[in-house]
């Protein structure tokens, strides 16, 4: 795809400043762009490169005052970040649609339907009884079980297994090697010390506009649903147990680990590596720090809790520099008793 710098400086509304007839093919980074690349720049301490960049055009600050001459076209714009990642996203949406159409060999089941403008890959395979929405792009090597539902404009990549009766919602995205719908870890102890199996005959649900990221596996219900509600971002390989109700607009980062029936309220910030125990409920606004192992319902919303067992944020900060201290402590307690 190429493009005027004109027609970039339209898309992200800002000014041109040098030779808008200029076109631009790819995008980079600042300090590696060859010609007829887009870069940006919005962190001061990369400017150097301003004024030798290679780069064909490049997306700088309404009020950045250049310091020697450069040769690339300018496009101004507000937040050179913000402008650059609103390409960064036109440009593999436009990737993703471009995709239609079904490659061979793939398989639909009896009595599945498939909306308008889809892409289905080669050796995808969607099982009998599926409603599929418009503009869904499916990859190749998916697996969709029996009676799954899939919203309009969900991108499913390559990989990806969806067990029977999940249902998606729209605008979701889903990248390779997720699993949703597998079963839960239900096991009844038996009187002879072995594990009796408990069917879980629940399933997942996605609400609309969530990512899920690779390699993440989200269980079914035992009974009822695993519900990811509306705007939430999951990491990748992130593991959510059955029964988990995860609110809107909450973001769990990778290797977080949430057990069976825990509730976790809306906007919440899970940071990587957390832990967190089942049969309890998490706060609107909560944030867990990473390595947090959360033992413990959150009752009030915006807290910040840290540490294993997890607690207040800034109480945790002060506990951990009393236990930095802990051997010079010991040895003072040892020449007072020596005094004693």
């Not at 990737?95 to 498939?114: D, R, T, Y």
Request: net charge negative; proline share 3%.
């Amino acid at each position: 795809m190429e493009f005027t710098v004109q027609q970039v400086a339209d898309l992200l509304q800002g000014k041109v400043e040098g030779d808008n007839t200029i076109k631009v093919s790819t995008l980079a980074k600042i300090e590696e762009a060859k010609q007829g690349a887009l870069a940006f720049l919005s962190n001061t301490k990369y400017e150097p490169f301003l004024y030798n960049t290679q780069a064909s055009a490049v997306i700088v600050a309404h009020n950045l005052e250049l310091k020697q001459p450069v040769t690339a076209a300018l496009i101004r714009v507000e937040d050179p970040y913000t402008s650059f990642s609103t390409l960064l996203q036109y440009y593999q949406t436009a990737v993703i649609a471009s995709k239609a159409g079904a490659e061979e060999p793939c398989f639909i089941g009896q009595g599945s339907v498939v909306g308008d403008n889809y892409y289905r890959g080669a050796f995808s395979y969607i099982g009998a009884n599926c409603k599929i929405g418009e503009n869904v792009k499916i990859f190749p090597q998916v697996y969709i079980g029996d009676n799954v539902t899939i919203g309009d404009n969900t991108t499913i990549f390559a990989g990806v297994k969806l067990y029977t009766n999940t249902v998606v919602g729209n605008n979701c995205t889903i990248h390779s090697g997720a699993v949703l719908g597998s079963d839960g870890f239900g096991w009844a102890p038996q009187a002879d010390g072995t594990y009796k199996a408990v069917p879980q005959i629940g399933n997942v649900v996605l609400e609309d506009d969530i990512s899920i990221g690779a390699n993440t596996t989200i269980d079914c219900a035992t009974m009822g649903s695993t519900i990811i509600r509306k705007g939430s971002k999951i990491d990748n390989l992130v593991q959510i147990a059955h029964n988990v109700e995860i609110g809107q607009h909450t973001v769990v980062a990778s290797q977080t680990g949430i057990s069976g029936s825990t509730k976790i309220g809306n906007n919440c910030v899970i940071a990587g590596q957390v832990g967190i125990v089942g049969h309890i409920t998490i706060a609107d606004k909560t944030t867990i720090g990473a390595q947090s192992g959360v033992s413990k319902s959150v009752k009030e919303s915006g807290n910040i809790i840290q540490g294993s067992p997890a607690f207040d944020y800034k109480q945790n900060l002060r506990a951990m520099t009393v236990f930095r201290k802990l051997p010079e402590l010991q040895r003072e307690l040892e020449l007072l008793k020596e005094k004693v």
